[in-house]
């Protein structure tokens, strides 16, 4: 699924986003060409050598594919140099700076108005995280969001075909925020794709730490295909793989609303239909939905009617409906959208945590106001012995009910000596009648 999400298949061909290998349309970099195996590009870490490169790199790639998928054939894909896309590839452990998480996210968002690149931000997000090994401990040997699809071993995966045309569209706005990971800003530009698209808000945290070398990059073939034998039994062993479940399964592959596959990268969809052939990008290829650029259940209700032979519909994309686990979901997204958009938003954001390490370990968060760190999680022995401070607002709020009664630190509330006469008569009433008994 070229430009799709890549997340549900990676067949002969690249067809989606998390599976896609080269099905990409070329609608993220318009007017580039098929790329020369022999190009090699390195990065300089001067800013006009970077940028210049990055113009050699647009000229000699091809355009992106789509989401998950894997494709029948190697297709050629522009090198990159060992180090990466950077010269600034050792990460160090120091906590991002929320400004700039926020200004790489604005950035992002002029990208994505001008470029139409939604569909290969999503997959540059999901093929990072992808890669995570639930049975592998040590980092970052258990692969996930870790930033490691910068360096050429990883971008020369079948899956990862076209890649590299995402890498150069966010290389300028990591040279302006060097603060921000690779990995930070993979899932970063994939969470802001989806709701810039019209998608739900996903509830994502940052901290990621960047791998430091090449050697860091996980071995060929953790992601899925589009086209096994048994698509169900596939996207099981890969999904399950990585902690999921089928709920989530199904929830990541409606992000296959959006991208567009092409044949003469990936093997599947139709050179051109209705829907493509005039854009937005590069003309060509083939949708699985009308509106391939907006984020809705459309694929899940277009899948299900089967009606339209000018939209794409994969084997991984048909189980959805066939498999009784998978059709429980399939059917109740094609219904609601607001179920799909919850489930989803969930689902994203746990995969874009995938065998990440956060500094801070909690991670932070940003929001349209000011930054603010992830809620710590309770620990109940915290607070179950031991002398503690009153925290300043529930001073304050203490403070404020006292006044509320006329008192203040400085002066006790004021004597009701009525009242206390009253309170000592009775008290004399009540001695006296004891007395008398």
Same mark, same amino acid.
């Given at each position: 699924?070229?430009?799709?999400?890549?997340?549900?298949?990676?067949?002969?061909?690249?067809?989606?986003?998390?599976?896609?290998?080269?099905?990409?349309?070329?609608?993220?970099?318009?007017?580039?060409?098929?790329?020369?195996?022999?190009?090699?590009?390195?990065?300089?870490?001067?800013?006009?050598?970077?940028?210049?490169?990055?113009?050699?790199?647009?000229?000699?790639?091809?355009?992106?594919?789509?989401?998950?998928?894997?494709?029948?054939?190697?297709?050629?894909?522009?090198?990159?140099?060992?180090?990466? &896309?950077?010269?600034?590839?050792?990460?160090?452990?120091?906590?991002?700076?929320?400004?700039?998480?926020?200004?790489?996210?604005?950035?992002?968002?002029?990208?994505?108005?001008?470029?139409?690149?939604?569909?290969?931000?999503?997959?540059?997000?999901?093929?990072?995280?992808?890669?995570?090994?639930?049975?592998?401990?040590?980092?970052?040997?258990?692969?996930?969001?870790?930033?490691?699809?910068?360096?050429?071993?990883?971008?020369?995966?079948?899956?990862?075909?076209?890649?590299?045309?995402?890498?150069?569209?966010?290389?300028?706005?990591?040279?302006?925020?060097?603060?921000?990971?690779?990995?930070?800003?993979?899932?970063?530009?994939?969470?802001?794709?989806?709701?810039?698209?019209?998608?739900?808000?996903?509830?994502?945290?940052?901290?990621?730490?960047?791998?430091t070398a090449p050697t860091d990059c996980p071995e060929e073939g953790r992601l899925p295909d589009a086209g096994p034998p048994s698509p169900a039994d596939h996207l099981r062993e890969v999904f399950y793989r990585m902690g999921l479940s089928d709920k989530e399964i199904v929830a990541?592959?409606?992000?296959?609303? &959006?991208?567009?596959?092409?044949?003469e990268r990936s093997g599947w969809g139709k050179p051109e239909t209705k829907y493509t052939k005039d854009g937005p990008g590069a003309p060509g290829g083939q949708s699985w939905t009308v509106q391939w650029l907006k984020f809705d259940n459309s694929y899940f209700k277009d899948i299900?009617?089967?009606?339209?032979?000018?939209?794409?519909?994969?084997?991984?994309?048909?189980?959805?409906?066939?498999?009784?686990?998978?059709?429980?979901?399939?059917?109740?997204?094609?219904?609601?959208?607001?179920?799909?958009?919850?489930?989803?938003?969930?689902?994203?954001?746990? &995969?874009?945590?995938?065998?990440?390490?956060?500094?801070?370990?909690?991670?932070?968060?940003?929001?349209?106001?000011?930054?603010?760190?992830?809620?710590?999680?309770?620990?109940?022995?915290?607070?179950?012995?031991?002398?503690?401070?009153?925290?300043?607002?529930?001073?304050?709020?203490?403070?404020?009910?006292?006044?509320?009664?006329?008192?203040?630190?400085?002066?006790?509330?004021?004597?009701?000596?009525?009242?206390?006469?009253?309170?000592?008569?009775?008290?004399?009433?009540?001695?006296?009648?004891?007395?008398?008994?």
């Amino acid at each position: 699924m070229a430009e799709r999400l890549a997340l549900t298949l990676s067949p002969p061909a690249m067809v989606s986003s998390f599976g896609t290998h080269a099905a990409t349309s070329s609608l993220i970099v318009p007017g580039t060409s098929a790329a020369a195996p022999s190009t090699r590009l390195s990065f300089s870490s001067s800013s006009s050598s970077t940028t210049l490169a990055s113009l050699r790199f647009l000229r000699s790639s091809p355009p992106v594919s789509h989401l998950f998928l894997n494709s029948k054939k190697r297709l050629p894909v522009p090198l990159v140099s060992e180090r990466g &896309l950077s010269a600034a590839v050792t990460p160090k452990c120091v906590a991002p700076d929320p400004d700039q998480l926020k200004g790489a996210r604005e950035d992002i968002k002029a990208i994505l108005k001008t470029s139409f690149c939604h569909p290969i931000l999503v997959r540059l997000g999901w093929h990072d995280a992808g890669t995570y090994n639930k049975n592998i401990q040590e980092w970052p040997q258990r692969g996930g969001a870790n930033g490691s699809l910068r360096f050429e071993p990883e971008l020369k995966h079948a899956a990862n075909a076209g890649l590299v045309n995402a890498l150069k569209l966010i290389q300028p706005i990591k040279d302006k925020y060097p603060g921000v990971t690779y990995a930070d800003l993979f899932q970063l530009a994939s969470a802001t794709a989806i709701e810039e698209a019209g998608g739900p808000k996903i509830p994502m945290k940052y901290g990621r730490v960047d791998v430091t070398a090449p050697t860091d990059c996980p071995e060929e073939g953790r992601l899925p295909d589009a086209g096994p034998p048994s698509p169900a039994d596939h996207l099981r062993e890969v999904f399950y793989r990585m902690g999921l479940s089928d709920k989530e399964i199904v929830a990541l592959s409606g992000a296959h609303t &959006l991208g567009r596959s092409r044949p003469e990268r990936s093997g599947w969809g139709k050179p051109e239909t209705k829907y493509t052939k005039d854009g937005p990008g590069a003309p060509g290829g083939q949708s699985w939905t009308v509106q391939w650029l907006k984020f809705d259940n459309s694929y899940f209700k277009d899948i299900k009617q089967r009606r339209d032979e000018d939209l794409l519909v994969l084997p991984t994309d048909a189980v959805l409906f066939e498999d009784p686990s998978f059709k429980v979901y399939a059917e109740k997204y094609a219904e609601d959208q607001e179920a799909f958009f919850k489930d989803y938003a969930e689902a994203h954001a746990k &995969l874009s945590n995938l065998g990440a390490k956060f500094d801070p370990p909690e991670g932070i968060v940003i929001n349209d106001g000011s930054p603010e760190s992830a809620p710590e999680k309770f620990v109940a022995a915290k607070y179950s012995s031991g002398k503690r401070e009153l925290s300043q607002p529930m001073k304050e709020k203490i403070r404020a009910e006292y006044e509320a009664f006329g008192g203040s630190p400085d002066k006790p509330l004021p004597t009701n000596y009525f009242l206390n006469i009253i309170i000592v008569i009775a008290v004399l009433a009540v001695l006296s009648s004891l007395v008398v008994n």
